[in-house]
């Protein structure tokens, strides 16, 4: 398996609340699951040391809009995930960056985030973004709101953004059997190559992370461009 090409990775980590409601356990059960496969494919990608990034959609705005025991559940599950694992990412030389709208969470809860991004800060081997409480159109928002009056142009968004994600993602693996981008990266995946996965995330393995590389192994990746073409 070569991996050459493959430097960022995404995933839209999505099935968690389906997966518990298949066997008749509550949803909470479903999102205590799906950290393990977060663990192994921080694993995988840090025995694979040509991905440099790992970016994975834990948590979107329009997530909002279910029962708030679930939200506050899901920031606490992060929270406990972040302080069990902390000091392993900071051995292994992982850097962590927290993407999305943290306006609305809880003080305490934030600042402990922020003091575990703080802490990873200088790690260069994995950057790991965790986009919790995000939107594609929310971060173009705020790109553009950071830009002075003047004319925008396409390298502006781009330089705020990949400030904060690293270089566009190569492959987006989506798991729960959706074939939708649910408003994830909207900038970035302009040329990504997608992966649709009818598994949901708590039974994710690296078999299917596997599986989905081979398959991104033999995509021709063109960027709209002609092969071999001469004037």
Same mark, same amino acid.
């Given at each position: 398996?070569?991996?050459?090409?493959?430097?960022?990775?995404?995933?839209?980590?999505?099935?968690?609340?389906?997966?518990?409601?298949?066997?008749?356990?509550?949803?909470?059960?479903?999102?205590?699951?799906?950290?393990?496969?977060?663990?192994?494919?921080?694993?995988?990608?840090?025995?694979?040391?040509?991905?440099?990034?790992?970016?994975?959609?834990?948590?979107?705005?329009?997530? $909002?809009? *279910?029962?708030?025991? +679930?939200?506050?559940?899901?920031?606490? /599950? #992060?929270?406990?995930?972040?302080?069990?694992?902390?000091?392993?990412?900071?051995?292994?030389?992982?850097?962590?960056?927290?993407?999305?709208?943290?306006?609305?969470?809880?003080?305490?809860?934030?600042?402990?985030?922020?003091?575990?991004?703080?802490?990873?800060?200088?790690?260069?081997?994995?950057?790991?973004?965790?986009?919790?409480?995000?939107?594609?159109?929310?971060?173009?928002?705020?790109?553009?709101?950071?830009?002075?009056?003047?004319?925008?142009?396409?390298?502006?968004?781009?330089?705020?953004?990949?400030?904060?994600?690293?270089?566009?993602?190569?492959? $987006?693996? *989506?798991?729960?059997? +959706?074939?939708?981008?649910?408003?994830? /990266? #909207?900038?970035?995946?302009?040329?990504?190559?997608?992966?649709?996965?009818?598994?949901?995330?708590?039974?994710?393995?690296?078999?299917?992370?596997?599986?989905?590389?081979?398959?991104?192994?033999?995509?021709?990746?063109?960027?709209?461009?002609?092969?071999?073409?001469?004037?």
């Amino acid at each position: 398996m070569t991996l050459a090409q493959l430097k960022h990775l995404a995933i839209i980590m999505d099935g968690n609340g389906r997966w518990a409601n298949a066997r008749g356990q509550a949803r909470q059960d479903g999102h205590e699951m799906g950290v393990d496969p977060v663990k192994q494919v921080i694993k995988y990608c840090l025995e694979h040391s040509q991905i440099n990034t790992l970016t994975l959609f834990a948590y979107s705005l329009e997530n $909002l809009e *279910r029962p708030k025991y +679930e939200t506050i559940y899901i920031e606490q /599950l #992060l929270l406990r995930a972040l302080c069990a694992n902390i000091s392993q990412l900071c051995e292994k030389g992982v850097r962590l960056k927290i993407i999305g709208d943290l306006a609305g969470v809880a003080t305490n809860v934030k600042k402990q985030i922020l003091d575990y991004v703080d802490l990873t800060k200088a790690n260069t081997r994995l950057q790991l973004n965790i986009c919790f409480r995000y939107s594609g159109r929310w971060h173009i928002m705020n790109a553009m709101n950071s830009i002075t009056k003047r004319p925008v142009t396409e390298d502006d968004i781009k330089n705020y953004i990949n400030n904060d994600l690293g270089d566009d993602p190569d492959l $987006l693996i *989506r798991t729960g059997g +959706e074939l939708r981008i649910s408003n994830f /990266l #909207l900038w970035n995946i302009a040329y990504t190559e997608l992966y649709f996965l009818d598994r949901y995330w708590p039974d994710f393995s690296v078999d299917d992370l596997k599986g989905a590389i081979e398959h991104f192994n033999q995509r021709q990746r063109r960027y709209g461009k002609v092969e071999n073409y001469v004037e």
